[in-house]
């Protein structure tokens, strides 16, 4: 890497998840308000499928020894786009992350090869105060892609959950149930196929993805229209440690849309965050998906807290 006198790179390993955690928290403390990483988070980074933590995340150290700046790269299904996260002390490291995502790059193409595709699309994320990292990867050949916008909603004030919409009914997924883990894919999978990003992933790769332990299956819900499968919605713990339930996907199929189900969906889910003690509910909006609903996300109490925007270029394989 392209460092400066007396900075050292060097590859990452699981006795570094505390210098690690240390730096991330540095990141996001600048871009989100708040240290949105813990030493599992870390650690499930590093051991993830379709991550080598020796070719795939590399550190960088500055004179004094102190880590200040973490790369690596992820593909939770190991098809489709890759993504690269790139996290610097804002104090200390600033200088070293253009040459960390120079680094991941040349992996990139790397991966690419390994995988006999000719090229490889990778994306990653700026939050509204990284202006230097966004015009670092528009130097990189970066274009913005999209922008996510994160909403949520207070839960204090929760009014009791409506009344089902008629022929409407909800559930939760019944944990360890192989069959209903399968119609839960069969619906997320139709429900998004017509959403421009979406990779699609065959169930035994979806179901991988979900190896986390403590995965809080009665915060999953399934809805029916008069008996007929209709949506679905996965939760997810990534924001309990801001005392949130998170709502990761909703899934509706077609032709139940506008009929009230993502509304049961998410009032149920509401009110079960609530009655565990949480403070908060919130999800993520994909703001170029024809389908994101968000008139239905404000309708339920849900509001605008912040943006993402998603940058991405294409990587050639390496020998191309």
Excluded: C
């Excluded at 928290?25 to 991550?51: I, Q, S």
């Excluded at 995965?215 to 007929?228: I, R, S």
Aim: proline share 8%; charged share 30%; net charge negative.
């Amino acid at each position: 890497m392209n460092l400066p006198a007396g900075w050292t790179a060097r590859r990452s390993a699981l006795d570094d998840i505390p210098a690690i955690l240390a730096v991330v928290h540095a990141a996001d403390t600048f871009a989100v308000g708040y240290p949105d990483f813990d030493a599992d988070d870390v650690r499930d980074a590093l051991t993830a499928p379709f991550v080598d933590p020796q070719r795939d995340s590399w550190l960088v150290t500055d004179p004094e020894g102190v880590v200040v700046g973490w790369a690596i790269l992820s593909n939770p299904t190991g098809v489709g786009r890759e993504f690269v996260e790139v996290y610097v002390d804002p104090e200390r490291g600033e200088g070293v992350r253009a040459p960390l995502l120079a680094r991941q790059l040349d992996r990139i193409a790397e991966r690419a090869a390994e995988r006999g595709r000719p090229e490889l699309t990778v994306r990653t994320s700026v939050f509204a105060p990284e202006t230097r990292w966004a015009a670092e990867l528009a130097e990189a050949g970066f274009r913005r892609a999209k922008r996510y916008v994160r909403m949520r909603r207070e839960l204090a004030d929760l009014p009791a959950e409506p009344p089902l919409p008629p022929g409407v009914t909800v559930r939760p997924l019944r944990a360890g149930d192989e069959a209903d883990l399968r119609l839960f894919h069969q619906i997320y999978d139709t429900a998004f196929r017509d959403t421009l990003d979406y990779e699609p992933a065959g169930f035994d790769r979806w179901r991988e993805a979900l190896r986390v332990p403590g995965t809080l299956w009665d915060e999953w819900f399934f809805a029916e229209v008069d008996g007929v499968p209709a949506g679905a919605l996965q939760s997810s713990d990534q924001a309990l440690d801001q005392d949130e339930g998170f709502v990761r996907t909703l899934s509706v199929l077609p032709a139940y849309r506008r009929r009230g189900v993502g509304a049961a969906l998410l009032w149920r889910a509401f009110t079960t965050y609530a009655g565990k003690g949480r403070k908060y509910a919130g999800l993520g909006v994909d703001l170029t998906n024809p389908t994101a609903p968000v008139g239905l996300y404000r309708s339920v109490g849900l509001r605008e807290v912040r943006w993402t925007d998603m940058y991405e270029r294409v990587v050639p394989a390496t020998g191309v």
